[in-house]
């Protein structure tokens, strides 16, 4: 495969952010290297204080600053370096080429604003539509997102959770983005209105072309919507495939403790395997593998050498040293697989 | 009957609002055996967290008994509810906002000793303090600290520690584990289990998740809008649901799992709230299988096989 | 067991580990955040030696000599080496009475913010807790106080209680009793829906003593504050009404007297009102630097 930058929506090399608070500097991403073809969704999976969020963030140059410090070797979406954009350049390509959805739909949309004009706003800035015209394609949008027309003119109090979702998501697809940034989209709804949600962002990806990023927490919104993966633990990508590399081909012993984290559903008698102790001080760097402590794997060299983050199939990537001095080394999670 | 240590009858919760009569609970029975975990199951609004203090007498219900080893706690009077809650404890959703951020760990879990003066003598209250800290996993150093230097599953166990301190035989969890991260929710659902097994306890287990649920639960209560619409152990829950809102829930979980992959059931519409209810079945405007019949009346909740109640028409 | 590594190390039976353990306590927190504001600590060290000069006047001047002894041969000198900030129409020294009147200032100030804390914290902690119609009743009943402006309402007090030092804090008190009314409600209000509550009256506690041991101390640094720049005004409240004679009675130095004692000779010997004025708004600006910083040291969510 000859890889050109053109296929790639995004490409991000080299992405370091940190937060100088008063208690110390937090270091959020460190090193993050991640990119993904065109119309493929990938699942960005992570506990809290992973970097998943703050990743995203920076991608738009959304970081605050104070107190967050970003530097990056190369950041492009749609083609463009977004670090060299103007701040006007910059508000035009989050509105039209990128957009985002955020976890807490109902701070998303502002009270006071009537449902269609928050769709129409941005139509009008972004796409020069004239008012009436702005408007008849945000019903539209509604419609396509499954709320009636005649709900338009009401505010966003009178919508329930599910349906603010929607207007957001309709808001996000108002200009035909390229990419989407969706984080923890579902995580505030309940599981029927997830699904519905989940059904609902699946269906206007396709038709639209769209790529998109999915932040969230959960394997199982993964293993429903996304294409690739990349799970990330403590600001870095620790394994990275595609959707049957991470579930079939599980390499990284972080993605297998999530895995057996998990409450399986076909087989409840199975004793939960927990990831044992905490997620280190983000405040610290670690000299050696971040996970090395918690890792049931680990041996003295991991608490002294960084993992790289490195190809194992053409797909698949993964940082652990385990596999460079074994070349046999295989998960739990595989032998039984 | 069998050995039920907790057996609510005809539990009501009903809220005044500007919109009319607030259904939260509405006449909802059940019972749990000794030594058991009931896992209570629906979606926000469905009336799970409401039924959970109502039995705990957190919020006064409007009707029902709630019989706690043959004893009425509804009826109880303020001294003898006092005495009933060392037996009865609840264990909070959030650990960032159940800790009182101005004490420390030390007195967060001595408070309910202390209260109902189990142990007055200082050093043996420490002591008590220090082994409830181990039982749930704390390390010693941690007895000064304040809830907000430490992280949510600690917190978590703290919230725990203190259920446990009056040492009673029931404790509600109220979405113990939502709030946490996977790996950090698996360590505490293990410790739930362990301390079950170890002191006997019965618990009523309150969540949205479903897959939590089915690991934790013996027998399984699927709330809707204020009722129970299916009740049954947590295998025949899983391998034969038969209410069509069980079914519709099961099939919406996402199963973190290539090969294992399931017809899903989409519902129209959303959970509407349980104000000025129609005299129908109330889940009959988003089911997939309603006839004219669900439109006509509140079906009963019956025992279709041994212990696996559904409330539909169908059956 | 469980997944996480307990590290016993059982006690002894003679030292209780709560002892062995270092306790950082929120308040520590609060001065470390509170040390990097310039202002607040330079209100602090404003304020500080006000008090301390309050406390000490006696020591550097003497009552019945320098403070109210009239002297008509010295009657309104400017400031010189003798007196640095002058001397009154009655020939006494004006900086011995602003050092005086300090004492009469900050009490004022303290005291009728303690009275209106007592009842404000009290009845507004029982209307957020009980709620209902207590509530509403409480409530209204300090939105008709409030509709009063207070200095009006101050006013009506001292002339109905009489004229004296106390009557005057009374009238202070009672006339920002609403603020505190509402901050204790609104305070109590955000603390009541916490779980701790619940997870309190799960326990078997008592209400009163849910009141008093986990939703007073969680709204104290709210209220702190609000005291804090309540001094201020109160400061402001009682010069006002000494200004117009409501206040400490003659010959007694209070701030606000003095100024309105001066404002006959303000053309000509305007150092009778700009001292005594500027001690009114150095005092005052110090409380209210303090009152802001404590804000962002106790919420630093609030910043920025």
């Not at chain 1, 989407?180 to 029927?192: C, F, G, K, R, S």
């Not at chain 2, 019965?202 to 027998?219: A, E, K, P, Q, R």
Request: charge should be neutral.
């Amino acid at each position: 495969m000859t890889i050109k930058n053109d296929d790639y929506i995004f490409d991000i090399e080299g992405l370091n952010v940190r937060y100088e608070t008063e208690d110390g500097t937090v270091y959020a991403v460190n090193g993050l290297d991640l990119k993904l073809g065109y119309k493929k969704t990938l699942g960005l999976v992570g506990e809290t204080g992973a970097g998943k969020t703050t990743t995203a963030l920076a991608m738009l140059r959304l970081v605050p600053s104070p107190p967050g410090v970003v530097d990056c070797k190369k950041l492009e979406i749609c083609g463009q370096d977004i670090r060299a954009l103007s701040a006007q350049k910059l508000e035009e390509v989050r509105g039209k080429d990128i957009s985002m959805i955020f976890q807490d739909p109902m701070t998303a949309l502002n009270p006071v604003f009537r449902v269609v004009d928050q769709i129409a706003e941005s139509l009008e800035i972004h796409e020069h539509l004239s008012r009436s015209d702005a408007q008849e394609k945000a019903k539209e949008l509604l419609e396509m997102v499954g709320i009636s027309r005649s709900r338009a003119n009401e505010f966003a109090h009178q919508f329930s959770g599910g349906m603010k979702q929607r207007v957001v998501i309709a808001i996000a697809l108002a200009c035909n983005p390229k990419l989407i940034i969706a984080d923890e989209p579902t995580t505030a709804l309940d599981v029927t209105i997830q699904a519905q949600v989940l059904d609902l962002m699946k269906d206007l990806k396709e038709k639209h072309d769209t790529s998109m990023i999915m932040i969230t927490h959960d394997l199982g919104i993964v293993a429903e919507v996304c294409d690739e993966v990349a799970v990330m633990y403590t600001g870095r990508v620790v394994e990275q495939g595609t959707l049957e590399d991470i579930f079939e081909r599980t390499m990284h012993p972080y993605t297998e403790g999530l895995f057996n984290s998990l409450p399986n559903i076909a087989d409840r008698q199975a004793m939960l395997k927990p990831i044992r102790g905490l997620m280190p001080d983000p405040t610290e760097q670690p000299k050696g593998c971040p996970f090395a402590s918690r890792c049931d794997y680990a041996s003295p060299e991991c608490e002294s050498e960084h993992p790289v983050l490195r190809y194992v199939s053409d797909t698949h990537k993964v940082a652990c040293s385990a596999y460079d001095r074994q070349p046999d080394f295989l998960l739990e999670r595989r032998k039984t697989r | 009957m069998t050995d039920a240590l907790l057996d609510v009858r005809g539990l009501k919760k009903y809220f005044e609002t500007s919109h009319g009569l607030l259904h939260a609970v509405d006449d909802v029975s059940f019972s749990i055996e000794r030594g058991k975990t009931l896992g209570l199951v629906g979606e926000s609004g469905c009336g799970k967290s409401t039924t959970g203090r109502a039995i705990l007498r957190l919020i006064e219900p409007t009707a029902g008994e709630v019989l706690f080893e043959g004893v009425d706690v509804v009826k109880l009077g303020s001294g003898a509810m006092r005495k009933m809650r060392k037996n009865m404890q609840i264990i909070f959703q959030d650990p960032f906002s159940s800790l009182d951020p101005r004490k420390t760990i030390n007195q967060i879990i001595a408070e309910p000793i202390k209260e109902n003066r189990i142990i007055t003598d200082k050093v043996a209250l420490e002591k008590r303090v220090l082994e409830l800290m181990e039982t749930v996993g704390l390390a010693e150093r941690l007895i000064n600290t304040y809830p907000h230097e430490l992280d949510g599953g600690r917190r978590q166990r703290i919230g725990i520690a203190r259920a446990l301190a009056m040492e009673p035989k029931f404790i509600i969890c109220d979405e113990p584990v939502s709030a946490l991260d996977v790996s950090i929710q698996a360590q505490i659902l293990n410790l739930l289990k362990q301390l079950q097994e170890r002191l006997g306890l019965t618990y009523i287990f309150i969540t949205h998740d479903l897959s939590v649920v089915n690991h934790f639960s013996d027998d399984i209560a699927v709330m809707y809008l204020g009722q129970i619409v299916e009740k049954a152990s947590a295998e025949e829950h899983f391998n034969n649901p038969l209410h069509p809102y069980t079914k519709a829930l099961l099939s919406a979980i996402p199963i973190p799992d290539l090969r294992n992959k399931r017809q899903r059931i989409t519902l129209k519409g959303e959970i509407t709230s349980p104000v000025n209810l129609p005299d129908a079945c109330r889940f009959a405007k988003r089911c997939n299988e309603c006839v004219e019949q669900c439109t006509k009346g509140i079906p009963p909740l019956k025992e279709i096989s041994k212990g696996h109640f559904v409330a539909c028409f169908k059956y | 067991m469980t997944a996480e590594k307990i590290e016993t190390t059982q006690p002894e039976s003679t030292e209780l580990a709560s002892k062995k353990y270092h306790k950082r306590s929120a308040f520590v927190a609060i001065w470390n955040r509170l040390k990097k504001n310039k202002g607040a600590i330079l209100g602090l060290f404003i304020l500080i030696i006000v008090t301390l000069l309050a406390i000490f006047a006696p020591v550097i001047y003497s009552y019945e000599t320098d403070v109210i002894e009239q002297n008509v041969t010295n009657r309104l000198k400017p400031p010189s080496a003798e007196h640095w900030c002058g001397t009154d129409d009655l020939g006494r020294d004006i900086l011995a009475r602003i050092v005086f009147g300090a004492r009469y200032s900050l009490a004022i100030g303290v005291v009728s913010v303690i009275i209106s804390l007592i009842f404000g914290v009290t009845f507004g902690a029982a209307a957020g807790y009980v709620g209902g119609a207590f509530e509403d009743v409480i409530m209204r009943i300090t939105d008709i106080f409030s509709s009063i402006p207070s200095i009006l309402m101050a006013i009506a007090i001292v002339s109905a209680l009489g004229k004296s030092t106390f009557n005057l804090m009374v009238a202070v008190g009672v006339s920002s009793t609403p603020t505190f009314v509402r901050v204790a409600r609104a305070a109590v209000l955000s603390v009541r829906g916490e779980e701790y509550v619940e997870s309190a009256r799960a326990i078997g506690m008592r209400d009163w003593k849910i009141i008093l041991v986990h939703i007073l101390p969680n709204c104290v640094s709210q209220i702190i504050v609000q005291a804090t720049l309540r001094v201020a005004q109160a400061i402001i409240a009682s010069a006002g009404l000494s200004f117009l004679g409501l206040g400490v009675p003659a010959p007694a130095p209070e701030w606000g007297s003095m100024l309105s004692a001066g404002r006959a000779y303000i053309r000509n010997s305007s150092y009778l009102t700009i001292f005594p004025g500027l001690a009114i708004m150095i005092t005052v600006l110090s409380l209210n630097l303090i009152g802001d910083g404590l804000r962002d040291a106790i919420d630093p969510k609030l910043k920025r």
